[in-house]
Structures are given as structure tokens and as C-alpha cells.
């Protein structure tokens, strides 16, 4: 079985490949019940975007929450990430280990950069992201040929530089002071088509007099404002004239 989250589709469509070559289940994981029914035998495997250098904490509260039925044959996860996941396999191995569990395998791959609610935080250019969704592209049969054959004690991570501080003192920081839904404003430009409700993973956002309104349990995945077919969403004034990105299926 798969469980995977995903903001803006990079990590959906590595989840859905890898679960198409292995055959596995796939489930989402803000709509997937924390109590799962494993076969015998069967591996689980977890997908899900790097998010301040280590997973989102909303992958970290469901694999606290888990309850599995049967001790599972491999644990392993593949993170997307736009630069580097840093001790992102630390934090996810430790939260592991808590639900007893021990993580076999992990994989990190670098997909279009889409943060840009953060000043100076850009989307990669075109190219750059075609040429890094080309690379995962030729890389997944080699993950898939690990994953089946059950590898064990094989740790791939894009570590970047100062891993240990981006992951363990500004990733908390990052999570206080920069993850809220209360600077998220709408333009004029808006037409009520409710896209940015449908898209938001959390179900954060109500349609109110045909313009979105925030719930308040937001994880700036900026899925919202990627989706919106007028550009009508912007973080403060931060992700004015930065242009949108959502990955799209071929
Ligand atoms: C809130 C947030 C934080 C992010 N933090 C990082 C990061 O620390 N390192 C990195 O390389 N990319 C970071 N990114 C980029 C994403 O990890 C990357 O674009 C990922 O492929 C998005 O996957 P998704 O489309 O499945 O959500 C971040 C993106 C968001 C939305
Ligand atoms: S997606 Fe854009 S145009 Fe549609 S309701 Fe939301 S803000 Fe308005
Ligand atoms: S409100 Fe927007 S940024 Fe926040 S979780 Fe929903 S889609 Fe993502």
C-alpha cells in the first residue's frame, strides 16, 4: 500500500506511477482513516513533498495516529522536494519508530520548485522544471526495481547545505511564524468557479458570496493559488507577478 500527500500534483503523480509499476493500493492520505488493513505479506510505502526540510507535519500526525493491523514486510518513502529534503529521513525514521516501525528504504526526488510565499522564492523556470521531471521520470524504474525486491538499509537524501539547522531550528520557526492562512487575499479577478476549494487537500476553504474564505487549517501547500484560473489568490503582496505551477498530468 501507498499513502501519499501531495499540495500541487509533484508528489501525486510519483505516488500513482510508483503504485501503477508496483500495483499497490494508493490512498490519500487527508482522506485515508488511520487504521489500515495490510495483507499478509504486503509492504507500505509512504510519498509525500519535503515541506521546511522535513515532512509535513500533517504526514508526521498521521503516521503517530496509524494503527496497522499486521507488521508490514518494508517500510520505505520517496519525498519530492524542490532543492534538498536535509534530516528529513531522521524525522521521519524517528516518527517511524514511535509507531514501531523501522524505515527499510527511502528516496529523494527533486521536482519543480513551488514555495513562493516566502520573499525571494521563486518557481524554477520551464526548463529547469521539464528537465527535473524528465530526470524523475528516467530515475522511477530504478526505484521501482529496489522497492519490489524489498531493499533494505538503503537511504537515498538530497542533504543540501546546513541540514541540521534548516531541519531541527528553522523548520519549527518556519511552522510558528510563516504557516498561516489569515495573509491569503482574493482580487477583483475572481469568478466564483470554486477551483480553489475543490483543490485544497485540508478542505480549508469555503465559497462565501462567490469568493474563497480561509478556515484557519491551512499547510501552505499554495495549492490554491497555483489552481486559480484568474490568478486571483496572492500571500500578502509576496507572490505578486510570480507566476503559477501545478503538475499536469501528460
Ligand atoms: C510549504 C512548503 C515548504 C517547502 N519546503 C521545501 C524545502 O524545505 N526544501 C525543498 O527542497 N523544497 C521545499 N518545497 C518545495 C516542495 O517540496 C516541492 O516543490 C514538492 O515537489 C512539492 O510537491 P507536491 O506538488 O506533491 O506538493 C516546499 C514547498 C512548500 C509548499
Ligand atoms: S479559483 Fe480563483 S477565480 Fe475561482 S473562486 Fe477561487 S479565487 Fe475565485
Ligand atoms: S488554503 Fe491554500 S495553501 Fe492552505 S492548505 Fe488549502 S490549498 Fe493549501
Known amino acids: 500500500m501507498i499513502v ?4 500541487y500534483g509533484n508528489s501525486r503523480w510519483v505516488a500513482q506511477t510508483l503504485a501503477d509499476r508496483l500495483q499497490e493500493r494508493l ?8 487504521e489500515i488493513a495490510l495483507q499478509d505479506g504486503e509492504a507500505i510505502g509512504f510519498v509525500f513533498p519535503v515541506y521546511a526540510w522535513a515532512p509535513p507535519r500533517l504526514v508526521l500526525d498521521f503516521v503517530r495516529r496509524m494503527q496497522l493491523n499486521r507488521r508490514p514486510s518494508h517500510v520505505w518513502f520517496a519525498c519530492t522536494c524542490g532543492d534538498e529534503g536535509a534530516f528529513t529521513r531522521q524525522v ?6 514511535k509507531a514501531g516501525l523501522n524505515l527499510d528504504a527511502c528516496f529523494c526526488l527533486q521536482m519543480p520548485e513551488t514555495y513562493i510565499a516566502f520573499p525571494g522564492f521563486a518557481l524554477d523556470t520551464p526548463a529547469n522544471a521539464q528537465r527535473k521531471i524528465d530526470d524523475v521520470r528516467n530515475d522511477l524504474p530504478r526505484i521501482v526495481e529496489l522497492i519490489s525486491r524489498r531493499e ?9 547545505l546546513f541540514p541540521l539547522t534548516k531541519t531541527y531550528v528553522l523548520q519549527p520557526l518556519f511552522y510558528r511564524f510563516i504557516i498561516t492562512d489569515r495573509h491569503f487575499r482574493v482580487t477583483d479577478e475572481c469568478i466564483g468557479c470554486g477551483r480553489c476549494a475543490k483543490e485544497c487537500p485540508l478542505h480549508n476553504i469555503r465559497i462565501e458570496d462567490q469568493h474563497p474564505v480561509w478556515q484557519g487549517n491551512c499547510t501552505h501547500c499554495m495549492s490554491c493559488y497555483h489552481h ?9 503582496r509576496i507572490t505578486q507577478g510570480k507566476g503559477q505551477y501545478y503538475f499536469k498530468e501528460e
Open 4 to 7: 501519499y500527500y501531495s499540495g
Open 27 to 34: 490512498a490519500f492520505l487527508p482522506d485515508t482513516s488511520a
Open 92 to 97: 521521519f525514521s524517528r516518527a517511524l519508530r
Open 228 to 236: 486559480c484560473p484568474k490568478n486571483a489568490i496572492h500571500y500578502a
Open 152 to 160: 533494505r538499509q538503503h537511504f537515498e537524501m538530497i542533504w543540501g
